[in-house]
C-alpha cells in the first residue's frame, strides 16, 4: 500500500510540474455543414513519470467549433475535452455537429482526442507492435497506454494550447479516465462531466464481472422477453455451429463463442433492436440444406472481428488493474455462470468481456496472444486513482447511471460517486450504456448544469 501511495504521489507531482512544452502543429483547417475543424497534433512522451527525457509519441486531436461563432469569437470560447469509450477506440470523426456535440458547441470549442494507441495516435496492431521488439518489449511498451498516461497526455495538449482549466466529458472508459484527471491533476479541470463511465476505484477486477455477467444475464432476459422468436433464433444458430461448419468472409471459422459476441447489441437503447434484424433472416436454404446467409456471416464479422481496435482486447482488463493482475478476471469469473456457456443448451449473449480465446480465433489478434498473455499476468500496475484526492476534490463533477447498464454496473458505480466528494448522480433507467447516442444534447445539457448549479 506503501509503494501505491508514493506511485500516486509522483504521478500527481509529475503532472502539477507539466511545462507547456510539447511540440504541437496544426497541419489543416476545414469547413463545412456548420463547423470548423483543425486537425492538432502534438509530441508528447511516451513515459511521462519517469521523470527523464525519452522517447516521445505523436497524439492527435480534431477541434470542432461552430460556425455560428466567429473565428475570432471562437478563439475567446472554453475548451472541451471529449474522452471516448474503448478502450482502444479513436475520437469521433463527427460528419455534422449533432446530439451532444450540437450542445456543447454552443458554448465549447470541443477537441475531440485519439487516445494513444488509436486514430492518428501512436495507433496500435498486429503490425505495428512487433516494430517495438519481443514479447516482452511490446508489453512493456502497452504499459504506457492506460487513462493515467492519457491524462498526463491531456494535460501536456492543454497547456500546449494555452487554455485555462477545461471541461472534460468522458464516455464509458472516458469517465474512468476522467476519475484519474480528478485523482492527479484536478488543477486542470475546471469541470468533469461522466457518461456511464464511474469505475470501481479498487480491485480486484472480478468484482466488476461477477456483477457485470448478472446484468447481462438480465439484459437477455429483457431481450427475449421482447422478441420471444429469437430465443429460438440463437439456439438455432448456436446448435448448427456445433454441428456445421461455418466461415466467416475473412475465412475463419464461426464458432458458438464468437457468435456470442453478438451480444454486445444488448448494452444499447439504439442497438438492441437492431440484433433481432440480424437474426431474423440468419438462414438461407442451399442444395445441402440450411446454411448461414452471406449477409449474416458478414454482418457478424463485423461485430467479432477486433481488427479496427486490438488495443481494446489487448488493454480491456488492464483497466481494473491496480497492484496485481487481472488474470483474465472475465474468462475465470465466467466459470460461476455457466448459462452463458457455448455447449450451454440455450445459450446467453455475452456482452464486452474479453476471453483469452479471442486471441486463438480472431486472426486480428492471434500474433499478439503471448503479449496478452504477459499483460494478464502483469502485477504492478501502478494505481489509476487516488481515493485520498477524491475525497477532498474540489472540481464540479456530474455523472449519469444508467440503471440497468450491463458494462459499468449500478452499484459499484454509485460506490463511486460517494467516495467522490461532491459529485452529483443523475441516475436514469430510460438509458442504456449508449445513452448519448440517444439523446446526447439532453444528457450533456443536464449533466453541464448540474455542475453550473454547483459553481453559480
Not at 446467453?348 to 480472431?362: A, H, K, N, R
Not at 499476468?377 to 447511471?401: F, G, H, I, R
Request: proline share 6%; with cysteine.
Amino acid at each position: 500500500m506503501a509503494d501505491r501511495a508514493v506511485a500516486a504521489l509522483s504521478r500527481a507531482h509529475l503532472l502539477e510540474a507539466a511545462q507547456p512544452t510539447v511540440p504541437h502543429t496544426i497541419k489543416s483547417r476545414h469547413a463545412y455543414r456548420g463547423m470548423r475543424t483543425a486537425e492538432h497534433y502534438f509530441e508528447v512522451p511516451l513515459d511521462h513519470f519517469s521523470g527523464a527525457a525519452g522517447e516521445t509519441i505523436t497524439v492527435f486531436a480534431r477541434e470542432y467549433v461552430s460556425a455560428d461563432h466567429s473565428e475570432e469569437a471562437a478563439e475567446q470560447l472554453p475548451w472541451v475535452l471529449y474522452l471516448q469509450g474503448g478502450p482502444g477506440g479513436r475520437g469521433n470523426r463527427l460528419p455534422a455537429l449533432g446530439g451532444w456535440s450540437k450542445a456543447a458547441a454552443k458554448d465549447f470549442r470541443i477537441l475531440m482526442l485519439d487516445q494513444r494507441g488509436t486514430g492518428l495516435s501512436a495507433p496500435i496492431d498486429r503490425n505495428t507492435l512487433p516494430l517495438r521488439g519481443n514479447d516482452a518489449d511490446q508489453a512493456g511498451y502497452l504499459a504506457h497506454f492506460r487513462a493515467d498516461s492519457i491524462v498526463a497526455d491531456a494535460e501536456a495538449i492543454r497547456l500546449a494550447l494555452g487554455s485555462g482549466p477545461w471541461t472534460v466529458y468522458g464516455q464509458s472508459y472516458g469517465g474512468f479516465c476522467a476519475l484519474t484527471y480528478l485523482s492527479f491533476a484536478p488543477d486542470g479541470l475546471r469541470e468533469a462531466l461522466i457518461t456511464g463511465g464511474l469505475a470501481p476505484l479498487s480491485g480486484p477486477a472480478d468484482s466488476v464481472y461477477q456483477a457485470t455477467f448478472q446484468r447481462v444475464a438480465a439484459r437477455n432476459a429483457e431481450y427475449f422477453g421482447r422478441y420471444p422468436e429469437d430465443r429460438a433464433a440463437v439456439t438455432r444458430i448456436a446448435r448448427h455451429l456445433r454441428d456445421t461448419e461455418e466461415f466467416l468472409p475473412d475465412g475463419e471459422r464461426l464458432t458458438v463463442e464468437r457468435f456470442q459476441m453478438v451480444g454486445s447489441f444488448l448494452g444499447g437503447n439504439t442497438r438492441v433492436d437492431a440484433l433481432h434484424h440480424l437474426l431474423e433472416d440468419a438462414f438461407v436454404g442451399t442444395p445441402g440444406g440450411d446454411r448461414l446467409s452471406d449477409a449474416f456471416l458478414e454482418q457478424v464479422r463485423g461485430l467479432v472481428s477486433r481488427s479496427a481496435n486490438p488495443l481494446y482486447a489487448l488493454m480491456h482488463e488492464s483497466i481494473y488493474g491496480q497492484g496485481e493482475s487481472t488474470d483474465w478476471a472475465a474468462w475465470r469469473v465466467l466459470q460461476d455462470f455457466p448459462e452463458f456457456s457455448p455447449d450451454a443448451p440455450e445459450p446467453l449473449l455475452t456482452g464486452e468481456m474479453v476471453y483469452p480465446w479471442y486471441f486463438e480465433q480472431d486472426p486480428a489478434l492471434r500474433p499478439l496472444r503471448n503479449v496478452a498473455r504477459l499483460l494478464a499476468e502483469k502485477d504492478d500496475w501502478p494505481p489509476l486513482y487516488d481515493a485520498e484526492q477524491l475525497a477532498l476534490n474540489t472540481v464540479p463533477v456530474a455523472a449519469a447511471v444508467y440503471t440497468d447498464d450491463i458494462y459499468v454496473d449500478r452499484e459499484l458505480s454509485l460506490g463511486t460517486a460517494a467516495a467522490v466528494r461532491g459529485l452529483q448522480v443523475w441516475e436514469s433507467a430510460d438509458f442504456h450504456h449508449d445513452g448519448i447516442a440517444d439523446d446526447g444534447e439532453g444528457i450533456f445539457a443536464r449533466l453541464l448544469g448540474l455542475t453550473r448549479s454547483v459553481r453559480d
